[in-house]
């Protein structure tokens, strides 16, 4: 059975760091790009982050771009987000990722192959 399970999520103050894990297990994923999204109360779903299976591509939605960073662990099944300056706009939960290609990571998103449950980030002012 194919999981990803997200762990790192918590409450900070703005200005904090915070970095997400996200492990996937039940299949290899070397050849999958991984990734983030975010859902706020209320919102929609927002690309956040992505990262190729070889870990040479990375492709960061606009509101993160310089404050965030992916990185993919060395067996390729665990994917990581560096989350720096971060704002109550970044509030909300984020999901772990996982598609044939970074196209999978375009709206609508529904080529995401495997989700994660999601880990709430709260981000106060």
């Known amino acids: 059975q194919v999981q990803l399970v997200e762990s790192g999520g918590g409450l900070v103050q703005a200005g904090d760091s915070l970095r997400l894990s996200c492990a996937a297990s039940g299949s290899s994923f070397n050849s999958y790009t991984m990734g983030w999204f975010r859902q706020s109360s209320g919102g929609e779903r927002e690309f956040v982050a992505a990262i190729r299976g070889s870990g040479s591509g990375t492709y960061y939605g606009d509101s993160v771009k310089g404050r965030f960073t992916i990185l993919r662990g060395n067996t390729k099944n665990t994917v990581s987000l560096q989350m720096n300056s971060l704002t109550p706009e970044d509030t909300a939960v984020y999901y772990c990722?996982?598609?044939?290609?970074?196209?999978?990571?375009?709206?609508?998103?529904?080529?995401?192959?495997?989700w994660g449950k999601g880990t709430l980030v709260t981000v106060s002012a």
């Open positions: 990722a996982a598609g044939t290609s970074p196209w999978s990571f375009t709206r609508p998103y529904n080529s995401i192959d495997y």
